[in-house]
C-alpha cells in the first residue's frame, strides 16, 4: 500500500538552527500538507501546497518556515533559526482532489524535532 | 468551518462494538463529517468520511443524524490495536485545511 514517507524521524537540533525535514508524499498525489503537534496538544494546521505554489497556510507559518517541493518527489519544510517553541512532532499529509473531498489526508509517520 | 464536540475519554471491552459520539450542530449543508485516529503519536489515520448518507467501510461505519448535528462512529468489533485517540472534523470540500479537537481517548480493555 503507498504510503507518505518523512525523514529524519527525529532530529535533535541547538536553538538558532535550521532544519529541514524532508517527505516523500504518495506518487499520484497532488495536494501536500504540513501540521505539527506539541506534546500532548493538538494536531495543527501549517501550510498546504498545490501546483508548486502554497494554497493556504496558518498564523503559525510565518516567515520562519518555507517549503518547496525541489523535485518531482520530494516536499520539505525548512524552518529557519529554530526556537525552543518549535520543538514538536512535524506531519507531512498528501491527498489528491479528483473527485474525493480534500479532507481525505494520508499521513506520513511524522518526524520529531528537539530544539536544545 | 463546524466546530465538533467529543468526549475526552470512553472504555471499550474487547471484541465489543465501540460506538464513539460527535456533536456539530453548526455543521453546513457542504461540509463533510471525517473521522481520523491517532494511535499514540503517530501519524493520524484517516478511517471515513460521509456527507449525509450512513457509510461503512472495512474499519468503521458512520452514522448520521437526519438533521445532520451529531454523528456515530463505530467500530464494530474493537481490539487492543483500537486504543487511540479518535478525532471527528467537520470540513468543506476543498478545503486545505482540516482543524482538528481534542478528539475522544478510546480505551479497548481485555
Known amino acids: 500500500e503507498p504510503e507518505v514517507t518523512q525523514t529524519p524521524s527525529h532530529q535533535v537540533t541547538q536553538m538558532g538552527q535550521e532544519v529541514i525535514l524532508r517527505c516523500v508524499p504518495i506518487?499520484?498525489?497532488?495536494?501536500f500538507y504540513w501540521y505539527r503537534q506539541i506534546l500532548g496538544q493538538k494536531v495543527e494546521f501549517l501550510v498546504s501546497?498545490?501546483?508548486?505554489?502554497?494554497?493556504?497556510k496558518s498564523e503559525i507559518f510565518d516567515d520562519q518556515f518555507s517549503v518547496e517541493r525541489p523535485d518531482g518527489s520530494n516536499f520539505t519544510l525548512k524552518i529557519r533559526s529554530t526556537k525552543l517553541e518549535d520543538s514538536a512532532m512535524y506531519f507531512c499529509?498528501?491527498?489528491?482532489?479528483?473527485?474525493?473531498?480534500?479532507?481525505?489526508?494520508?499521513f506520513g509517520e511524522g518526524s520529531r524535532l528537539t530544539v536544545l | 468551518d463546524a466546530k465538533t464536540t467529543q468526549p475526552t475519554s470512553m472504555d471499550c471491552a474487547e471484541g465489543r462494538a465501540a460506538n464513539l459520539p460527535c456533536n456539530h450542530s453548526?455543521?453546513?449543508?457542504?461540509?463533510?463529517v471525517y473521522w481520523y485516529r491517532q494511535i499514540h503519536s503517530q501519524g493520524p489515520q484517516y478511517i471515513i468520511h460521509?456527507?449525509?448518507?450512513?457509510e461503512t467501510n472495512e474499519m468503521a461505519s458512520l452514522i448520521i443524524t437526519e438533521d445532520r448535528k451529531s454523528s456515530t462512529l463505530i467500530l464494530p468489533h474493537a481490539t487492543l490495536r483500537d486504543t487511540a485517540v479518535y478525532y471527528c472534523?467537520?470540513?468543506?470540500?476543498?478545503?486545505?485545511?482540516?482543524?482538528w479537537g481534542a478528539g475522544t481517548k478510546l480505551i479497548i480493555k481485555p
Open positions: 499529509a498528501s491527498s489528491w482532489p479528483l473527485g474525493v473531498p480534500t479532507g481525505e489526508l494520508f
Open positions: 460521509g456527507l449525509k448518507n450512513n
Open positions: 453548526t455543521i453546513s449543508g457542504n461540509e463533510y
Open positions: 472534523i467537520a470540513a468543506k470540500d476543498s478545503n486545505y485545511q482540516l482543524i
Open positions: 501546497f498545490y501546483n508548486n505554489e502554497i494554497s493556504e
Open positions: 506518487s499520484n498525489h497532488l495536494y
